[in-house]
C-alpha cells in the first residue's frame, strides 16, 4: 500500500483549485446541459417522507434546490416545471454512512493522520459515485478505511460534481478512531495510540495556551504573575483555530465537539474500549459507532450510552456453539431496535449484489423484526443525524435540500428500481438516459453482451461525474471491466 | 447471556431471523443493567477443599450458603435455608476455582522498552467465551501485556466468566517488568516526522536498551527516575509508569535465570516495592532468595505430554524440573501457574508436582489462594469461605487425582460450565463382590451405555461421566436374580399356552418392580403359576428399566413343565412326547437352515447356470395336512343314569402337544365353557370347564378306541355319564403347511412355517434355554434326567424334594436345582448340606410376584441352616444366572455383563445390612 505523501497532496489541491476556479465560471459540469428551473414540482406519486405518514398522490415542490412544499394540497405556482411522477414512489435521498470508495487510495501506513483531508484523495471520477447514485444514494459519508487508530478527516460529498469542492455537502464531519486490532497493532496498541494522540494534543494545546496567555500579558503590558497552570487555563479561551498546528488542529475541534468522533469498534471488546475512551476523553456525547455484528454482545454498554452505531454490510451474526456445533444466530438490528439504539447502515458495494442496494438491507431488518420506519431511517435520516445534517438531509419536508428519489414501487421491494435521482433539485439521474446501464441492459437481452464492442463502461476519462455518462466511444478489445457491478 | 439465543435445534440451521429476533429481545432483557439474576443457593457436597489459610482446610460433607454470588457460609453441619435452591452433589467434591498467575495475554506490538501505557486489559475480550479455561477449572487469570519488554505495561486480573464489569477484577493490577534476555535488545525505535515535511531530514533509528543483563536494571531504575522527574518525549508512558509507581503498583518480575532473581529480589528490596516472580524451571534454583526476601515466587508447571521431544538436551530440569528445593523452603509463598503450552491441564500438572514431597493442601493452594492473593485478589477468590465470591469447582473427586475431573465450574454462584453429559458412571464403594471369591477392597466400576466396562482398584474417570462414590464402608454386590418368580402376573393364575410369550405380559416397570428392586432382586425369572401340559415359556426380566423392551432379559427363558402329578412310572412321557415333536420340528428348520447355507454358497459361486428364468414354472404347491388322532370334529353320543334319554352333540378338539383343547359346537350354547384335556398314549383325560354353579368340574377319563373313535366317562358329582364319539372332520384344524417344493422363483429355500408352540422348545434343543421341570421324586428325576440328556436339553429341577438322593447324577449331569420356599424342617436341612457339600448348583425361587423382597431372608435363613455365606451369594447371583443360561448377561461384577448393582451399607447376608441405592442397567432406581 503506498500513500499519497502529503505534500504531493497540497499541489493537487491547488491544482485543482486552479481549475475549478478556470472551470466556475463556466458552472458546474454537470448542469453544462440547461440550467434546472428554480421552480419543480414532483406530482401524483406516493410520497414516502420518512418524517411523518406516506402522502398518496402527493407533491413536492421544490424552489432553489430546497423542498418548500410536501403534501397532497399543494398549490403549484404557474412558473415550476411539473414533473408526473404518477406510479413512482419518491423517498428522501439515501446516505452512506461510512465509505471509503469515493477515494484514490483508502489508508494510510502511519497509524494517526488527523492532519490529512480526505479532500485531498477523493475522486470525482470514481465509479463508485455513479453506482451509488444508480442504487439511490444521494449522499456519501467519505472517510478513510480502518487502517490508522486515527485516520483523515472525512467529508460528505453528493455523489455528483467535478470537483471536490462542489460535490461537498460537508467538509471535515468526521474523525474516524479506531480502536480494533489492524495489522501490525494489536488492541493494546491501538488504544495505546489513541491515549497518546489526545495527551500530546492536551500538552502541545496548553503550551500553545500558555504562550498564548502570555503574549497577551505582554500586549497588554501586564506581567505575567499567574501559575503555569492557571496560564494555560486562562489561555485556553484565547487560542483560535487558526493558531492550531496540522498535527493537533482537528483533534482539538474534535474535543471542542466540531468534529464528530466515528469509532471503528468491530467486535464487543472494541467497542467496549471505544466507549471508555470517548468516556475519559469526554466526547462521547457526539460519538458514533462502527460496528460488527458482535455489537450485540455488548448491548448493555450501548444502552448505557445511547449512541447511534453504523452497522453493515453484514447484519446476521453466526456463531458456532464450541460444545454443540449449533449455529446460533443473531440479528444485529433487531437487538439495536430492542435496546432503543438508533443504527444507520452501510452498503457492501463490492459485496454480493443484493448487499449493494440500501433498499435491501433495510428489507431484510423489517423482514428480521425491525418496524418499517425504523428501517427506512436507518438509510436516510440516521445517517443524516449523526453527521449533524438533519436540518439539510434525510427526509422529504419543508426546508430540507431536494435529495430525492423516485422508485418504481415500494422502496422494501426489492425489485423496485430508481427510475429517477435529483440532487438539491437537479435532475442527477434517469434510468432511461442511464447509457451505460442501457448497454448492458440491451447486451443482456440481445445476448450481445461478450462482444467487445458493448464494453465502453470500464472507466471514464473525461472525469464527469453524475447523472448521465455519455456513451463513450467503443473501444474495442476492452473488456467490460465493471459490467458486473450494475448489472442485476 | 448469549445461552438464550443458543438453545436451537442443531437443524435448525438456516436463517429464521424471527427467532433471532426474539433471541435478540432475550439478550436485551438479560443485559438490562438491573442483573437481578446474582445467584443464591445452597450447596451440599462430599467434601469442600477450602484451600483457606485458617480454619478446617476440608469440610466432610460440606455445605456452601451462597447469597447474590457471594459465599454467605462454608461448613459441615449447616442448616440449609428454606428460601435458597439445593444444590445436591453427594458424590462431589468442591475446590475454589483455580487462578492462573500466568500465562495468559498476548505481548503487545509496540516497540517501546519501557512502555507502562500498554494496558494488558484493552486487549482482554470481555465477552469471550472460556469454555475450555472453566472446563479446566480455572476461573480467575492473570492476562499481561507480554514478557517481551523490560517494562511490558501493567498487567489485568479477571474472571472468565460473567458480564464484563464483574469479570474485571483488577484493571491495572501490576506493572510488568522482565529480567532476562527475551527483553534485550529491544528493537530500534523509529520517529517519523508528523506531518512530514521536505525540509526536515528523516532521522536514524535509535537503539534502545537494555542490551544485557549489565544494563537491564539500570535501564529500569532510570526509566523509574526518568518519569518521576516529569513526563519526558513519551509523555504517556512516562505519565503511566510514575503514576503506577507512585500508586504502590506491585511489580511482577518475571526472571529468567538465577542472577535475575537475585537482581530482582535486590531492586524490590532496596526499593522497598511489593512484588512477585515469574521463574522457570532454571530459576527454581535461586528460590531460596526468594524465601529470605519474602518475595512470593510463580512458577509456571510443566507437563510433557505433546508426543515425543526429538531432544530435550542436557538439561534435566527439562524433562523433571526439580521441585523438591521447593518443597524444602517452608516459608517460600510459591504459586503454580498453569503449563504454558497446555493451560488446560493446570491442575493434572500440580497434581504430579505432589512427587516433589510438597504437601497435598500446599499444592491445592498455590493453584487457588496463593496465586489470587499474590495477584491483589486474594480477598475475593481463591479461597472458599465467608465473603468470598462464589467461584467454585465440582470435581468428581479430589483434586489432586488424576481421574478426577470437573464436572461444574461455578463464578459468582453461577453455573459457568458444565461437562457434557455422558451415559458414563462410575460407581465406588469400598468392597466390591465381583463373584464367587472374587473380592476387591477399595474399587469402582465404570459402567457405559449400561454395561460394565472396567472393574478394578482405580478405573478410569472419563470426563463427563457420573461419579457415584458410596464410601468406605460401602458393599457393592450384583443384584439378586430369583429364579423363579410370577413377578408382573398380578395374580392371574391361569394356565399360559406353550406359543404364549410370557414376554408379553412386561410392561414398564412399575411399584412392584421397584420395590423388589430395592429390596436387591434385579432378575427375575417369570414363570406362569401353572404350566400347561405341553410346556409353557418363562421370561426372564429386569425389575427396573428404561423402557419395556430394556427390561426383558431373555424370553423365551426356559420351558416349564410340571411333572409331578403324571405317571410315576412313567413321569418323563409327556416329556418325551413333546420333545419328540420339537425334535421334527427342528429337524425342518435345520434342513432348511442347510438349504439355506448351500444355497448361499451356490449363489457366491455364481451359479449362472441355474438362471431363475430357466427354471421351470414351480408346480402348485402341495399342501401337506398332517393329522393326529385327536384334532377335528367329533360327532357323539352322550347316555347314562341321570339322561332320560341319550344325548348327541358335536365337539371340536385341537391337539397340540400332549393336550388337547375344545368346545362344544352343537348344541350352540352361550354358556363360556372349554374342554381341556391330554393325550397319553391312547388314553385321554380332562375336564369341561364350565361354571356348574357349585357342582364342581366334569372331568372324563376315555380311551381311542380306533382310529377316530373314541369313548369313555364323564363325571360329576359321582354321577358317571358315558359317551361314545366318532370323528367326522379331521381337516378342520390341522394346517401343517409343507409345501413340496421348498424353493422360490431363484431357488432359494423357503423357510418352515412357524409354531409358536414350538418355537420355544426348539430353543431348549438347541441350547439357548433350559428345560425347567418341576418334580419331586428321585425316581421322577432320574427319568427326567435320562430324557432330558438324551434330548441333549439342558436341564433345570424345580422343587426336586429327593435331588439331594441323586446328587452324584444330578452333579455328573451339570443339572441345577432351583429351590422352592419351604419350611425349616430337617429334610431342608440336609438337602441345603447335601448341595452345599456337593457342588450342585443352586438357586433360590421367590414363587411370588413382589413377594420376592424376601429373597435376602431366605438367603439368611439358608445360611442359617448351613449353607456357607459365600454359596449363598453364589446361589442368588452367579450360579442362579448360570442355571438359566445367563451368565453372560447378570450374575457378576465384569466387564461385559449388565450394570445391574446394589450397594449395600455392609456384606448383604449381615443381617443388619441395607440397601442403599440400586442400579439396573446403569439407571439408578429411585425409590
Known amino acids: ?488 | 447471556m448469549i445461552d438464550t439465543a443458543r438453545r436451537r435445534p442443531a437443524d435448525a440451521r438456516r436463517p429464521q431471523w424471527h427467532r433471532g429476533a426474539i433471541a435478540a429481545v432475550l439478550v436485551v432483557l438479560t443485559a438490562a443493567p438491573s442483573m437481578a439474576d446474582e445467584s443464591s443457593l445452597a450447596v451440599r457436597a462430599r467434601r469442600i477443599h477450602t484451600a483457606a489459610a485458617d480454619g478446617p482446610a476440608v469440610f466432610e460433607p460440606g455445605v456452601l450458603i451462597i447469597r447474590d454470588g457471594v459465599i454467605a457460609a462454608v461448613g459441615s453441619d449447616l442448616s440449609i435455608p428454606d428460601d435458597l435452591p439445593l444444590l445436591d452433589l453427594p458424590d462431589s467434591v468442591l475446590i475454589p476455582g483455580l487462578v492462573a498467575a500466568s500465562g495468559f495475554g498476548a505481548p503487545h506490538r509496540g516497540e517501546e522498552s519501557t512502555g507502562a501505557a500498554y494496558r494488558a486489559v484493552d486487549a482482554v475480550d470481555l465477552y469471550a467465551d472460556a469454555t475450555a479455561w472453566l472446563g479446566a477449572g480455572i476461573t480467575t487469570v492473570h492476562v499481561g501485556p507480554g514478557e517481551h519488554r523490560l517494562i511490558a505495561g501493567r498487567g489485568a486480573v479477571v474472571r472468565l466468566f460473567g458480564p464484563p464489569e464483574q469479570r474485571l477484577l483488577l484493571e491495572e493490577a501490576d506493572l510488568s517488568v522482565a529480567l532476562g534476555p527475551g527483553a534485550w535488545r529491544p528493537p530500534d525505535r523509529v520517529e517519523f516526522l508528523v506531518p512530514p515535511a521536505s525540509d526536515l531530514a528523516i532521522q536514524p533509528p535509535v537503539p534502545q536498551r537494555p542490551g544485557s543483563r549489565a544494563t537491564q536494571v539500570a535501564t529500569l531504575k532510570g526509566a523509574i527516575e526518568r518519569s518521576l522527574a516529569g513526563p519526558g518525549p513519551d509523555r504517556v508512558h512516562d505519565e503511566a509508569l510514575a503514576s503506577a509507581w507512585r500508586a504502590g503498583s506491585p511489580l511482577r518480575i518475571r526472571a529468567d535465570e538465577p542472577a535475575d532473581v537475585h537482581a530482582a529480589v535486590a531492586f524490590l528490596l532496596a526499593s522497598s516495592r511489593s512484588g512477585y516472580v515469574i521463574g522457570n524451571s532454571r530459576v527454581v534454583r535461586a528460590a531460596d532468595r526468594l524465601a529470605e526476601g519474602g518475595i512470593p515466587l510463580v512458577h509456571p508447571l510443566e507437563v510433557h505430554l505433546n508426543g515425543a521431544a526429538p531432544d530435550l538436551g542436557t538439561d534435566t530440569s527439562v524433562v523433571d524440573p526439580d521441585l523438591r528445593a521447593l518443597a524444602g523452603l517452608a516459608h517460600l509463598t510459591l504459586a503454580f501457574a498453569p503449563p504454558v503450552d497446555q493451560p488446560q491441564r493446570f491442575r493434572l500438572a500440580a497434581a504430579v508436582a505432589a512427587r516433589s514431597g510438597l504437601s497435598a493442601e500446599r499444592i491445592l493452594a498455590a493453584i487457588t489462594r496463593v496465586p489470587a492473593e499474590i495477584l491483589g485478589v486474594g480477598d475475593r477468590v481463591g479461597a472458599i469461605r465467608a465473603g468470598m465470591d462464589a467461584d467454585f469447582v465440582v470435581l468428581t473427586d479430589d483434586p489432586l487425582q488424576a481421574v478426577a475431573h470437573v464436572q461444574r465450574t461455578y463464578v459468582r454462584g453461577r453455573l459457568a460450565w458444565r461437562a457434557p453429559v455422558h451415559d458414563t458412571l462410575v460407581v465406588r464403594a469400598g468392597t466390591i463382590w465381583r463373584g464367587p471369591g472374587s473380592v476387591l477392597h477399595g474399587g469402582g466400576v465404570l459402567i457405559e451405555n449400561g454395561r460394565i466396562v472396567e472393574v478394578g482398584h482405580r478405573v478410569a474417570q472419563p470426563p463427563g461421566a457420573r461419579v457415584i462414590d458410596a464410601g468406605a464402608g460401602a458393599f457393592l454386590a450384583p443384584g439378586f436374580i430369583d429364579a423363579r418368580g410370577h413377578l408382573g402376573l398380578r395374580g392371574d393364575r391361569r394356565q399360559v399356552g406353550p406359543g404364549l410369550s410370557l414376554a408379553r405380559l412386561i410392561g414398564l416397570g412399575d411399584r412392584p418392580e421397584q420395590r423388589l428392586a430395592m429390596a436387591g432382586v434385579t432378575t427375575v425369572h417369570v414363570t406362569a403359576y401353572e404350566p400347561a401340559a405341553g410346556g409353557s415359556q418363562t421370561a426372564i426380566v429386569a425389575t427396573g428399566s428404561a423402557g419395556r423392551s430394556a427390561r426383558l432379559v431373555r424370553a423365551p427363558g426356559a420351558v416349564h413343565f410340571d411333572l409331578r402329578s403324571g405317571d410315576p412310572l412313567d413321569a418323563a412321557a409327556p416329556l418325551r412326547t413333546r420333545l419328540a415333536e420339537a425334535k421334527r420340528y427342528l429337524d425342518l428348520w435345520t434342513k432348511y437352515e442347510n438349504d439355506l447355507a448351500e444355497w448361499t454358497k451356490k449363489q457366491a459361486e455364481g451359479a449362472s447356470a441355474a438362471k431363475p428364468a430357466d427354471a421351470p414354472e414351480p408346480a402348485e404347491p402341495v399342501v401337506r395336512q398332517e393329522t393326529d388322532p385327536i384334532t377335528g370334529v367329533w360327532s357323539g353320543t352322550m347316555s347314562g343314569m341321570p339322561l332320560p334319554e341319550p344325548m348327541s352333540g358335536r365337539v371340536s378338539l385341537r391337539l397340540t402337544g400332549a393336550s388337547f383343547e375344545g368346545r362344544l359346537i352343537e348344541p350352540a350354547t352361550d354358556v363360556e365353557h372349554r374342554i381341556v384335556g391330554t393325550l397319553e398314549g391312547d388314553r385321554i383325560s380332562g375336564r369341561i370347564e364350565i361354571e356348574t354353579g357349585g357342582m364342581g368340574t366334569p372331568s372324563f377319563t376315555g380311551r381311542l378306541t380306533g382310529e377316530d373313535r373314541m369313548s369313555g366317562q364323564i363325571a360329576l358329582m359321582g354321577i358317571s355319564i358315558a359317551f361314545e364319539a366318532t370323528r367326522v372332520e379331521k381337516t378342520a384344524a390341522v394346517r401343517v403347511l409343507a409345501p413340496s417344493r421348498s424353493r422360490a422363483r431363484d431357488g432359494r429355500p423357503q423357510p418352515p412355517a412357524v409354531n409358536d408352540a414350538l418355537e420355544p422348545l426348539r430353543a431348549v434343543l438347541q441350547g439357548k434355554a433350559p428345560l425347567l421341570v418341576e418334580v419331586d421324586g428321585a425316581v421322577q428325576i432320574r427319568q427326567i434326567v435320562q430324557t432330558a440328556s438324551d434330548a441333549g436339553a439342558r436341564l433345570v429341577l424345580m422343587g426336586a424334594a429327593q435331588a439331594h438322593v441323586v446328587a452324584d447324577l444330578l452333579k455328573e449331569k451339570n443339572v441345577g436345582v432351583i429351590l422352592p420356599p419351604e419350611a425349616a424342617d430337617a429334610a431342608g436341612r440336609a438337602r441345603m448340606e447335601s448341595l452345599g457339600r456337593l457342588g450342585i448348583r443352586a438357586a433360590f425361587a421367590s414363587g411370588a410376584e413382589d413377594g420376592a423382597r424376601n429373597l435376602r431372608e431366605r438367603l439368611l435363613a439358608a445360611v442359617e441352616r448351613g449353607l456357607s455365606p459365600e454359596r449363598a451369594m453364589a446361589a442368588a447371583t452367579m450360579d442362579a444366572a448360570a442355571l438359566l443360561g445367563i451368565e453372560d448377561r447378570v450374575g457378576r461384577i465384569e466387564p461385559g455383563l449388565d450394570a445391574d448393582l446394589v450397594l449395600y451399607s455392609d456384606h448383604p447376608l449381615e443381617p443388619a445390612s441395607m440397601v442403599r441405592r440400586v442400579l439396573i442397567k446403569g439407571e439408578e432406581v429411585m425409590p
Open chain 1, 1 to 488: 500500500m503506498s500513500t499519497c505523501p502529503p505534500v504531493a497532496g497540497r499541489l493537487r489541491r491547488l491544482a485543482l483549485c486552479l481549475v475549478s476556479a478556470v472551470l466556475g465560471a463556466a458552472g458546474p459540469a454537470w448542469a453544462q446541459a440547461p440550467a434546472p428551473p428554480s421552480k419543480l414540482a414532483l406530482t401524483g406519486a406516493r410520497i414516502i417522507p420518512v418524517a411523518g405518514d406516506d402522502i398518496d398522490d402527493g407533491t413536492i415542490l421544490i424552489e432553489d434546490g430546497l423542498i418548500v412544499a410536501v403534501g397532497r394540497e399543494v398549490s403549484i405556482p404557474y412558473d415550476a416545471m411539473e414533473v408526473d411522477c404518477t406510479g413512482l414512489v419518491l423517498m428522501p435521498g439515501m446516505i452512506d454512512p461510512d465509505s471509503f470508495r469515493g477515494l484514490d487510495i483508502p489508508n494510510e501506513n502511519i497509524p494517526v493522520v488527523p492532519f490529512l483531508d480526505v479532500y485531498d484523495a477523493i475522486d470525482p471520477s470514481r465509479l463508485y459515485f455513479e453506482d451509488a447514485l444508480r442504487s439511490g444514494i444521494t449522499t456519501v459519508h467519505v472517510m478513510q478505511g480502518p487502517n490508522c487508530a486515527i485516520s483523515a478527516v472525512s467529508r460528505v460529498v453528493r455523489p455528483i460534481g467535478l470537483s471536490v469542492g462542489e460535490m461537498t455537502i460537508a467538509p471535515e464531519v468526521a474523525l474516524k478512531l479506531v480502536t480494533s486490532p489492524r495489522s501490525g497493532a494489536d488492541r493494546m496498541e491501538q488504544m495505546f495510540r489513541l491515549r497518546d494522540a489526545f495527551a500530546r494534543m492536551r500538552y502541545d494545546f496548553d503550551t500553545l495556551a500558555e504562550t498564548k496567555y502570555e503574549e497577551a500579558q505582554k500586549k497588554a503590558s501586564k506581567p505575567v504573575d499567574v501559575a503555569p497552570a492557571e496560564a494555560r487555563r486562562r489561555g485556553a479561551d484565547l487560542v483560535r483555530e487558526t493558531d492550531l498546528g496540522d498535527p493537533i488542529r482537528n483533534l482539538v475541534r474534535l474535543s471542542r465537539g466540531a468534529i464528530i468522533p466515528f469509532f471503528h469498534a468491530v467486535t464487543a471488546t472494541d467497542l467496549r474500549n471505544a466507549v471508555r475512551f470517548a468516556e475519559e476523553e469526554k466526547i462521547l456525547d457526539r460519538a458514533v459507532f462502527i460496528v460488527g455484528t458482535d455489537a450485540h454482545r455488548a448491548i448493555a454498554e450501548l444502552t448505557r450510552v445511547r449512541r447511534p452505531v453504523v452497522i453493515g454490510p453484514a447484519l446476521v451474526e453466526r456463531r458456532v456453539d464450541p460444545d454443540t456445533e449449533e449455529i446460533v444466530e443473531t440479528f444485529l438490528p433487531a437487538v439495536l431496535h430492542a435496546a432503543g439504539i438508533p443504527f444507520a447502515i452501510r452498503p457492501d458495494p463490492d459485496g454480493s449484489l443484493a448487499e449493494r442496494y440500501l433498499t435491501y438491507q433495510a428489507a431484510v431488518c423489517v423482514r428480521g423484526g425491525v418496524p418499517r420506519d425504523e428501517a427506512l431511517r436507518a438509510i436516510t435520516l440516521r445517517p443524516a443525524e449523526m453527521l449533524g445534517l438533519a436540518d439539510r438531509l434525510g427526509s422529504i419536508e419543508p426546508g430540507k435540500r431536494a435529495n430525492i428519489v423516485a422508485l418504481t414501487g415500494d422502496p422494501l421491494d426489492f425489485s423496485s428500481w430508481v427510475e429517477h435521482a435529483w440532487i438539491d433539485g437537479v435532475h442527477a439521474y434517469d434510468r432511461s438516459r442511464d447509457h451505460r446501464l442501457q448497454r448492458l441492459l440491451q447486451a443482456g437481452s440481445t445476448g450481445d453482451d461478450e462482444s467487445g464492442d458493448d464494453a465502453p463502461a470500464a472507466e471514464r476519462t473525461d472525469g464527469t461525474a453524475g447523472a448521465a455518462p455519455a456513451p463513450a466511444a467503443p473501444a474495442p478489445g476492452q473488456r467490460p471491466g465493471r459490467r458486473e457491478r450494475i448489472v442485476e
